[in-house]
C-alpha cells in the first residue's frame, strides 16, 4: 500500500508531475485560466518559468517554438503552457513547427470550466480538431485525480517512435478543484531494434554496391547514435549526406561528410543522388524539401530506417525497409562487419571534393554594394568555437547558412524543418538558456527578424546573451525570387520598408550595430560576443543578390 496522497489542486498535481518527469523549465504566456500551474511553479524552485512576450500574436508561437527547440537540444519534451483560445491559436506555430521536425514537445492550454464546454464559452476551443491533425495526441484531462496519468502519457507519446508534439487541455475547474491523485514515476521509452536478419540483408545490398550514399536525417538521434553512425561511416568509407536541416547530425569537416539535401542543395549533389545506386537512410522521413520536391528519389535501391512503420514507404517504397530508433539502427550498423576494399572510395572521395567547392565561398565573386555575406559565413566558419548553436528562421539568407557553415556537433543546427519564419530567435533564447557557456548565434532576414523581435526583451529578462545577425535586404527576398520566376517583373507585397533595427535593439537594452562593409564584421562580431547581452548586428546586404549565385538585375 502506497501512503495516502495529500489533498491538492489540479495545479499542483499537475506541476508534481513535471517535476517527476525531470522538467527543469517551462515556456509560458501566463493566462487566468491556468492560475493553480503558475501558483505551483511559484512554489517549485526546481522549474524555471521562462515568461516570453506578445500574447496577442507572435509570443505565444515563440514560446511553443522555444519549447521545440529545448526539445531538439536535449531530446525531452520541451514544455510550453498557453491561455485557451487566443493563446492557442498563436502557439499553433510551434505546434506545427514540431511536427515537421519530429520534436517532443508538450503544449498545455488552460481550458474552459469543464462544465461549460460546448456551450460556447468565453475563448473556447475544442482542441481535439483544432490540433487533430498536427499533433500526436490531443487530450482534455476532465479529471483531477487522472493528471499523473495524462501527463505520464503525454510524456510517452511525444517521444515514442518519430518524436512530435502532444496538446493537454486543462479545464479551469480541474486545475482548481481539489482531491487526491496517485504521482507517478515517469514512463520509460520504448525504442524499436532492427531484427538481425534485416541487418544482414541490409550487410548483403551494401558489399554489393558500386556507388552507396548513406542519408542521414530525422530526430531521436543522441551523442552515442551520432557516435556510432561515425564508426560504420569511417568503417565502410560510406559517403553522408544529411537531410534537410539536420546538418549537425555529421561532423561537416569529416572526410566522409558530402553536403546536405534541402533548399539550396548542390545540383553536383543532387546529381549524385540520382547516380547512387543504394541508397541507407538513416532516421529521415524523405519528404519533400529533402527529395527536391519528389524527384531525387524513386529509381534507387532503398534501405529505409526509421522509427516509425509509419513512415517507411509512406512517399517512397524501400527495398528494404526497417523500422528502428536511430539510436538501435546506428548501434547495430557499427557492429556490422565493415565491407573489405569497398569499390566506392573513388566515389566518396569525389563527393567529399564536390562539398568543400560548394562550401567555400567564391572569392571571385564580391557583393554587389554592402556586406557580403558569404564572407561573413566564411568568417564565422573560422571563429565560432566548435560548439556554437546556430539558429535560423526561414529565407533566403539561411541558403546562406546552410551552405557555408560547416556544423560540427550533434545538437548545433536549430532550424525549423517546416520553414518557420521567426523561429531562429526563440530557438537561440532557449539555446542559451539551456547551454549558456556556448555561443548562441541567430540568423534572421529582416522579414524573419520582424516576426518575433519583442522576444530580445526575453533574452534580457532571463539572461540570454545571444547574437542576432539580421540580414537585411528590405525584402521578402524568397517570395521576390519566386515572384520573378513566375510572374517577372511584377513585384507584389515583398518589398519592406524596415524600422532602425539597431535602434530598436538599443531600445531592449542589446549591444547593436550596423555593418555595411564586409570587412568590418569580424570586429562587430567580437564586440557583441563580448558584450555580455544580447546583442544585434545588422547586416546591410545588396538586395539583388537573392541567392548566393544568382544575382536579379534590378532590386
Ligand atoms: C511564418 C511564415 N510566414 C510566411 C512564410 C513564407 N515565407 C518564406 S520565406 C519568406 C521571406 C523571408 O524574408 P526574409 O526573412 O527577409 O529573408 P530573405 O528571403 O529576404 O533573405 C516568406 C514570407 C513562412 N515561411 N513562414
Ligand atoms: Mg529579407
Known sequence: MSAP???RNGGQILVEALRRNGVDKVFCVPGESYLPVLDALHATP?????????????????????????????????????TRGPGATHAANGVHTASEDSTPMILFI??????????????????????????????????????????????????????GPVVVALPEDVLFGAGEAVDLPPPRPARAAPPAAAMVQLRTLLAAAQRPLLIAGGSGWDAAAVAALK???????????????????????????????????????????????????????????????YSLFGGQPLIHIHADPDELGRAYPATLPINASPACAAEALAALPPVADPAWRAWTAEARTDYLDHSTPPASHPALSGVDFARVMGHLDTVLPDDAIIANGAG??????????????????????????????????????????????????????????????TAMQFGAPVVVIVVNNGMLGTIRMHQERE?????????????????????????????????????????????????????????????????????
Open 5 to 7: 496522497s495529500p489533498v
Open 46 to 82: 526546481d522549474i524555471r518559468t521562462i515568461v516570453t512576450r506578445h500574447e496577442g500574436a507572435a509570443a505565444n508561437m515563440a514560446a511553443a517554438n522555444m519549447a521545440d527547440a529545448y526539445g531538439k537540444l536535449t531530446g525531452r519534451p520541451g514544455i510550453c503552457f498557453v
Open 110 to 163: 488552460g481550458q474552459v470550466d469543464s462544465r461549460f464546454l460546448g456551450r460556447g464559452a468565453f475563448q473556447e476551443v475544442d482542441y481535439q480538431q483544432m490540433f487533430g491533425g498536427m499533433a500526436k495526441w490531443v487530450a482534455q484531462a476532465v479529471r483531477l485525480e487522472r493528471l499523473p496519468e495524462i501527463v505520464a502519457r503525454a510524456f510517452a507519446v511525444a517521444v515514442a517512435g518519430r518524436p
Open 487 to 555: 510572374f517577372p517583373g511584377r513585384v507584389a507585397a515583398t518589398p519592406l520598408l524596415n524600422p532602425d533595427f539597431v535602434a530598436l535593439a538599443q531600445a531592449f537594452g542589446a549591444h547593436a550595430e550596423r555593418v555595411e562593409r564586409s570587412e568590418d564584421f569580424p570586429a562587430a562580431f567580437a564586440r557583441a560576443t563580448a558584450a555580455g547581452v544580447p546583442a544585434l548586428i545588422e547586416l546591410r546586404v545588396d538586395p539583388r543578390q537573392i541567392t548566393p549565385q544568382a544575382r536579379l538585375t534590378e532590386a
Open 396 to 457: 533566403n539568407y539561411t541558403v546562406w547558412v546552410h551552405r557555408f557553415y560547416r556544423y560540427r556537433q550533434p545538437a548545433t543546427e536549430l532550424a525549423p524543418t517546416n520553414g518557420a519564419m521567426g523561429y531562429g530567435l526563440p530557438a537561440a533564447i532557449c539555446a542559451k538558456l539551456e547551454h549558456p557557456e556556448r555561443t548562441v548565434v541567430c540568423f534572421a532576414g529582416d522579414g524573419c527578424f520582424m516576426m518575433y523581435p519583442q522576444e530580445l526583451a
Open 231 to 293: 564508426r560504420f561511416v569511417h568503417a565502410n568509407g560510406l559517403p553522408v549526406a544529411a537531410s534537410f536541416r539536420r546538418q549537425d547530425l555529421f561532423d561537416n569537416r569529416d572526410e566522409h561528410y558530402v553536403g546536405q539535401l534541402g533548399l539550396g542543395v548542390s545540383p553536383r549533389l543532387a546529381e549524385r543522388v540520382r547516380q547512387a545506386d543504394l541508397l541507407l537512410v538513416v532516421g529521415s522521413r524523405l519528404a519533400e524539401a529533402t527529395s527536391s520536391g
